[in-house]
């Protein structure tokens, strides 16, 4: 009798505890899932703009910032044409600003907490500036090189602490670098469309095409009844490690003019996952 009596208080000491430690725990932790899913790319029905912006206002991660456990996966379902993901890991006080302002347009035209209007009306802003149109010049050993596309031009892209996350390199006859592909300046999780690091082991794996290939999105049919999007593909990624990851699209006009990226969080709540 005693000891079942101790056992109640315990369990309800405990409850009693638990209340403040929730309450103190960070915002991210206490939204944190399991299991996310992100839209790489507008779902579909996709929007995008007649020319010339076109498709670059759908290019975008749905949310752009997303917090998991510690072992949980995320899975990427792709949207639209053109896409290749990469994950990078970042500082964890990295913000979307200190991303976006090594970019084509910098800050310019990046609202991180706009409204979905406002995020449209950036998207169009950026793309007027940074397209595959404009004629860029850049010094490359000693030697001007004239580039169509502002995307081509090389940009280092660095974290919350300044360290160099991607490097891409010009792309300055369209083949050189043609993807943002780049596996040795931070510790690189996923690449789905570009050279392998094994380029040099086994160059026969990859001869010819260091692009690789895009990823198949869904797609839109309006006139089949009713009007269905094709599946894509849907990509899932376990992250065993904690930290802030850069999740960012291989298609250089995406993420160099368009700003395609988002996070993906990774906490450990002290709880066995
Ligand atoms: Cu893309």
Do not use: W
Request: proline share 6%.
């Amino acid at each position: 009798m005693t000891r079942t009596t101790g056992i109640v208080v315990g369990a309800a000491l405990a409850i009693a505890v638990s209340f403040p430690m929730t309450g103190r725990a960070d915002d991210k932790e206490k939204n944190a899932v399991q299991n996310a899913t992100v839209h790489f790319g507008q779902p579909q029905p996709q929007t995008p703009d007649p020319n010339p912006v076109g498709a670059a206002v759908t290019h975008f991660l749905m949310p752009n910032d997303v917090t998991i456990h510690k072992g949980g996966t995320v899975t990427f379902v792709v949207n639209g044409g053109g896409h290749g993901i990469t994950i990078h890991e970042v500082a964890k006080k990295t913000t979307r600003a200190d991303i976006a302002e090594d970019l084509c347009d910098g800050n310019n035209n990046e609202t991180a907490d706009a409204t979905v209007a406002q995020e449209i009306t950036d998207r169009r802003a950026r793309a007027a500036v940074c397209n595959g149109a404009v004629r860029e010049t850049a010094v490359i050993n000693g030697v001007v090189v004239s580039f169509l596309g502002s995307q081509n031009l090389d940009y280092m892209i660095t974290d919350g602490k300044g360290n160099l996350v991607i490097e891409p390199g010009f792309n300055a006859d369209g083949a050189i670098n043609p993807r943002l592909d780049d596996p040795d300046n931070s510790p690189r999780l996923l690449a789905t469309s570009g050279a392998s690091p094994g380029d040099t082991a086994n160059p026969a794996a990859i001869a010819g095409n260091r692009a690789g290939a895009f990823l198949t999105g869904t797609a839109f049919n309006p006139t089949a009844t009713p009007p269905v999007a094709a599946p894509g593909n849907r990509i899932q990624v376990k992250f065993l490690s904690t930290g802030r990851y850069l999740v960012i699209c291989m298609n250089r006009a995406h993420s160099l003019n368009d700003h395609m990226f988002g996070f993906v969080n990774v906490v450990d709540d002290g709880e066995d996952k």
